[in-house]
């Protein structure tokens, strides 16, 4: 695992917490065994030298828009969701709209805020792919 630098990220910090989110998000992906397979939204709290990690239910605020449910978090602390985005694109014939899956990992350390967000890949009759995170 390593930061933005390359480097490994410190334990102790945000980017460790949401280079942990991630991983372990790209897990639950790789481990996927169906097409219909659903992302269930998580939390990520530094827990001594350790992290916990626990279930959220899929409809409460903090799992379908955590920023706007917790305002201010006292300890690093990172969500994994997925969401729908609507993507516009322009052509010769005009703009249109589409729906894309994207699993978003967002994380909260007083005022610093984290984000990244991979794209899900669904294939009929596979299992679902999660593409590579980016920083929007």
Not at 17 to 38: G, H, I, M, P, R
Not at 84 to 113: I, K, N, P, R, Y
Request: aromatic share 8%; hydrophobic share 45%.
């Amino acid at each position: 695992m390593t930061g933005r630098s390359g480097a490994p990220p410190r334990t102790a910090t945000i980017e460790y917490l949401v280079e942990v989110a991630k991983d372990w998000t790209l897990a639950c992906f790789a481990a996927a065994q169906c097409s219909d397979f659903a992302f269930a939204p998580h939390r990520f709290e530094l827990n001594g030298a350790g992290v916990r990690r626990r279930a959220l239910a899929p409809e409460s605020p903090e799992a379908t828009s955590p920023f706007d449910a917790i305002r201010r978090a006292p300890t690093p602390t990172a969500w994994s969701h997925s969401t729908l985005v609507t993507l516009l694109a322009d052509s010769e014939t005009g703009t249109w709209e589409f729906e894309q899956e994207m699993v978003e990992v967002l994380a909260m350390d007083g005022e610093m805020v984290l984000s990244e967000a991979a794209a899900v890949i669904r294939i009929p009759g596979l299992a679902p792919c999660l593409g590579p995170f980016h920083c929007p």
